[in-house]
């Protein structure tokens, strides 16, 4: 059972762990795009207002997100594999250093590179799913 840290039920917590329990690969790949987009975006915002320690935050999560992305991708499962290992360590390696420079000029490129990503693999979930 989901319980807030006073001891209450927790509805939102529940959902978001049935949601996970239940999805399929493809959809569970595209909440992981979808919570980077919102990483990235949430960290632009911070660093554009100067919170600086909530900016970090938020990069440092979506760094975690990039990581688990390429540990988990196959690279030898399709010809496209290597290439998105490529984006993926370059990916990792910008939002380190718009987290340490504290550049949102590069947050905002990051930003641009997610949101490309997710559009792509949320297309290619519906293609998937209605081929099946």
């Known amino acids: 059972m989901y319980t807030t840290p006073g001891g209450r039920p927790d509805a939102r917590a529940a959902y978001l762990g049935n949601s996970v329990a239940t999805a399929s ?13 919102l990483d990235v975006r949430r960290g632009l915002e911070a660093q554009e ?16 997100i990039v990581l688990e992305l390429r540990s988990s991708l196959d690279v030898d499962a399709w010809s496209g594999g290597p290439a998105l290992a490529s984006i ?10 718009a987290n340490v420079k504290k550049d949102a000029a590069m947050t905002r ?4 590179l997610v949101e490309d990503l997710c559009a792509t693999w949320r297309q290619a979930a519906l293609q998937a799913s209605q081929a099946a």
Request: aromatic residues 6%; glycine residues 2%.
């Open 49 to 64: 207002k100067r919170h600086l320690s909530e900016a970090h935050t938020h990069l440092v999560h979506a760094q975690e």
């Open 109 to 112: 490129g990051c930003l641009a």
């Open 88 to 97: 993926y360590d370059f990916l990792h390696l910008q939002l380190v250093r």
């Open 25 to 37: 690969p493809a959809q569970l790949l595209i909440m992981l795009y979808e919570r980077l987009v």
